[in-house]
């Protein structure tokens, strides 16, 4: 008989409605109970795509004598930790502080008032390398509960107190070159000449610094960029059949990945390689960028416009499968001469790369029969789509599809890929449609319904800044005014009184303690997706007030900088942006060539951070376009920067030269 959990709108907790635990959403019922029985909490977090999370609910959430000791013993609530990224920051932040590491599944205990006195993450169901078992963690646990409570409300009384000091964020000193100049002396320290990306295995895509890289500029910079995004394009990490990126590669040569594909990397991926692509007139990031934007729409398109959060790194019970291949299976597919070739040009060999003798697949080189190589992929493709699929978390995050928005725009713009800015303005109407209730954003929807969750920063930073890019790309004045609706909320109802942001506004679900954390993970903090969204709308419409709010948030970025550079990536891009200017380019004139070949000018070689907007004189609302007439009846460019102005041309030659100049 399904549990409480079947009435939950996350698939994450969808997956645990038959368990015979018997589980509670996250709220204030839970908590009540727990009280009128005098037990403990027992908090566990995970998400849909999270391989060891599947394989902890196997071996002990489906286990019948498990579940009734945590039943007699317990209340267990289950968090997906994307859906209450609020729940999970506090929660995490904990498991760091008592255990020195972090990562899900994440198992947290918790008294009465949610003050957890004891974290971990994975536990087996049998005692395993020096590892206890679940049921031996619960059983010690429930002991020291009820013999030894003094010593549980110390330990809870500990882990508050340094919570609550961990929240307490103080500005530096304001950005300028030098800093930046330095951030990227300290990258160069971690960086990975011979695979590129930062530090050793496992190996996550740099995304935010990458964004860095590019808008910094300079030989080690670029250098650095091009060496990463080289080295994962050819690596086991990207599905070099369908395209898209999987979440992480656990070698440092990108070989094997963790087989996940999130939507967030993905958009931001789709966003630096199609950046790349157009400052270096590197067709192969293009072919990669393109086939990130194929993989989006084709595997996480939702039917009503937005975008998917996640696809499974399992199948058929095992991680991986659907994606790897031994030399039979190719020759099996292809015959032997092609089923030969292939192997040897995506390097899979007789030993294997994976598990079990498979490989996965790589493209360390440009195949020399281009005709030969996309025959071969069309029919390997065929194949795999045979395979039992990978599943599918199909909940829409409103940060996320911000990121896919900001993605598809940049990509759909640079590319000259129309297709990619459509893509992108129907997950905007979709948001504003859903997600969008009486001037505040929730959290997720499925199948075209909003829950109930409230949005924290990162979607009103993310939406922001995606609804300012289909402003750019389209012309539209109703998108700045709803990213516009969406910065007051922020301003109103997230500023801290150090210039920063929390991650919850003041009127959210009260927490152990109100997260607030600046820096970057696997996708942008809500602090540095509000610098970018900050910037992005004080460039369009002149607004000094967002402007000022932005350069008081990068005071408290400046610390994380200096101390953290790869945890500070998009600050660092906002802050390259701030001192830029940004860059402000007007196109006006009659939709056409004349318009077109200054429009695509001025986004290949504007500053990347700038914002770009076409559209026929006196069309638009958008403040930067007021008052921009034609000069002499031809379409003109009016660049500014740094709130000065330069006159208006009208040839692409003079438009380069104010842009590089």
Not at 245 to 266: C, I, Q, S, T
Not at 545 to 561: G, K
Request: charged share 25%.
């Amino acid at each position: 008989m399904p549990n409480r959990l079947a009435e939950a709108t996350s698939p994450y907790l969808l997956q645990h409605q038959d368990n015979p635990v018997d589980w509670w959403e996250w709220g204030d019922e839970a908590f009540e109970v727990a009280r009128r029985r005098n037990v403990p909490i027992l908090l566990s977090v995970g998400y849909a795509a999270c391989h060891w999370c599947h394989v902890m609910a196997h071996e002990s959430f489906e286990d019948e004598d498990t579940a009734a000791y945590l039943n007699e013993h317990y209340v267990s609530i289950k968090v997906d930790r994307e859906e209450r990224p609020d729940v999970d920051a506090v929660y995490m932040q904990a498991t760091v502080a008592m255990t020195g590491q972090g990562g899900w599944p994440m198992t947290c205990v918790l008294d009465h008032e949610g003050s957890p006195f004891f974290a971990g993450t994975y536990f087996p169901d049998q005692p395993r390398h020096g590892q206890p078992s679940f049921r031996q963690l619960l059983e010690a646990i429930n002991d020291a509960w009820v013999n030894r409570s003094d010593e549980v409300a110390a330990a809870s009384d500990r882990i508050r107190d340094a919570l609550g000091r961990a929240v307490e964020l103080s500005g530096g000193a304001a950005f300028d070159a030098g800093a930046l100049d330095e951030a990227v002396t300290k990258l160069a320290r971690d960086f990975d000449a011979d695979w590129g990306g930062f530090g050793g295995a496992p190996k996550f895509p740099p995304s935010m610094l990458l964004d860095f890289l590019l808008r910094h500029g300079g030989d080690t910079a670029t250098q650095m960029a091009g060496r990463t995004l080289a080295a994962m394009a050819a690596g086991g990490i990207h599905d070099q059949l369908a395209g898209g990126f999987a979440r992480y590669g656990v070698d440092r040569a990108w070989v094997v990945p963790h087989f996940e594909k999130m939507l967030y990397d993905n958009a931001q991926l789709l966003s630096v390689y199609a950046r790349w692509a157009s400052q270096h007139d590197d067709v192969q990031a293009a072919h990669v960028a393109r086939g990130v934007a194929d993989f989006m729409l084709a595997e996480l398109g939702t039917a009503e416009g937005a975008f998917a959060s996640a696809l499974d790194a399992d199948s058929e019970g095992e991680e991986g499968t659907f994606y790897v291949w031994t030399p039979a299976q190719l020759v099996e597919v292809l015959g032997p001469d092609d089923g030969t070739w292939a192997a040897t040009l995506l390097t899979v060999t007789g030993k294997g790369t994976f598990e079990k003798g498979t490989s996965t697949l790589q493209l360390q080189a440009q195949p020399d029969d281009p005709e030969r190589w996309e025959s071969v992929r069309t029919r390997l493709l065929e194949a795999r789509a045979k395979r039992e699929r990978p599943a599918r978390d199909d909940k829409v995050v409103a940060a996320w599809n911000g990121l896919a928005i900001s993605g598809l725009v940049d990509a759909g713009t640079l590319l000259d890929a129309p297709d990619l800015v459509d893509a992108a303005v129907r997950c905007g109407e979709f948001l504003s449609d859903v997600h969008l209730s009486e001037g505040r954003l929730l959290r997720v929807s499925r199948d075209g319904r909003a829950g109930s969750h409230a949005g924290v920063l990162e979607d009103y930073g993310c939406v922001a800044t995606g609804f300012t890019a289909l402003a750019c790309a389209t012309g539209d004045g109703v998108w700045l005014e709803r990213a516009g609706q969406l910065l007051e909320v922020a301003i109103d109802h997230f500023a801290a009184d150090d210039g920063g942001f929390h991650d919850t506004a003041d009127d959210a679900q009260s927490l152990l303690v109100r997260p607030r954390d600046p820096s970057d993970n696997a996708s942008p903090s809500g602090h540095s997706a509000m610098l970018h969204a900050l910037l992005s709308h004080a460039a369009l419409t002149g607004s000094g007030r967002h402007r000022d709010a932005a350069e008081r948030a990068l005071l408290i970025s400046r610390r994380i900088a200096e101390s953290s550079p790869r945890f500070a990536g998009w600050s660092l891009a906002a802050a390259r942006t701030a001192l830029d200017g940004p860059v402000e380019v007007a196109v006006v004139g009659p939709a056409g060539q004349e318009r077109d070949v200054l429009e695509r000018a001025a986004r290949r070689h504007a500053p990347l951070g700038s914002v770009v907007v076409a559209a026929e004189p006196g069309a638009s609302s958008i403040p930067l376009m007021a008052d921009r007439d034609l000069v002499d009846g031809r379409a003109a460019a009016y660049v500014c920067r740094n709130l000065v102005c330069q006159r208006p041309v009208t040839s692409v030659e003079d438009l380069v030269a104010q842009l590089e100049g």
